[in-house]
């Protein structure tokens, strides 16, 4: 299930007085989450999260209104794909001031993993043992159980506490990408078309729609893929493949978190699809 599609400050953003977000204050129905995925599954009564984001109080809600758990937080684990604010700054809410959570696997790569257990408030959490740490390592898959395995693929992204990964999720029938950031499409040592080929969905990084959306700052500091340089990539693989694609991890600025906007139809046009808050995924 997709909880989430916004980039690490939500939409609306905090302070953002312009255009793109009057919508969104104006009215709650076109606000939407920081990127997160659930994974649920229903024989075994498990859930997981991919992401513990800023706005995992009202997530892990949306999550118990389809799968109730007997236990708060009813989470059998925790992915992160790296520490930037959007996807792990929710697992404070694990510690003692709010849920006072028992063991909660969280899974990170090894400097990641020695970032949380040795830098406070993050520390803490270990120490109280509200979540157990569980270093990952690259493209050594975790078998949840025996329907379910995950694999993290180091991506290019800035790293300043953590390195950054994406999440291959298997199920018995269907397999997903989990990409929501990475510098450039051509900075990864991987290419992106052969990942798509062995999935069936593909949740991929579209912070930005092109360069001209930050005025004032420069955004060699942030790269991420334009959707445009994204659309042009993936205009050239078969409609199949390009189907298989969501857009996710949406900046405030972005237009396609505005149904009416050109922006949305371009991407319509081109046969790539765009993740919405609330779909889930039958695996
Ligand atoms: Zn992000
Ligand atoms: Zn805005
Ligand atoms: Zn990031």
Redo the contacts with the bound molecule.
Sequence with gaps: MVLGVA??GGYPQAGCRKACCARAWTDPAARRHI?SLALVDPRSDQRWLFECTPDFREQLHALDEIRQATTAPGLDGIFLTHA?I??YGGLLQLGREVLGAKAVPVHVMPRFSDFLRTQGPWSQLVKLQNIEVRPLAAEAPIRLNERLTVTALTVPHRDEFSETVAFRIEGPRKKILFL??IDKWERWERAIEQELAIVDIAYLDA?FFDGAELPGRDMREIPHPFVVESLQRFGKLNPRERAKIRLI?LNHTNPLLNPESDAVRQVKDAGLGLAVQGERVEM
């Design positions: 980039q690490d990127v930037h959007g996807h929501p950031d912070t991890h």
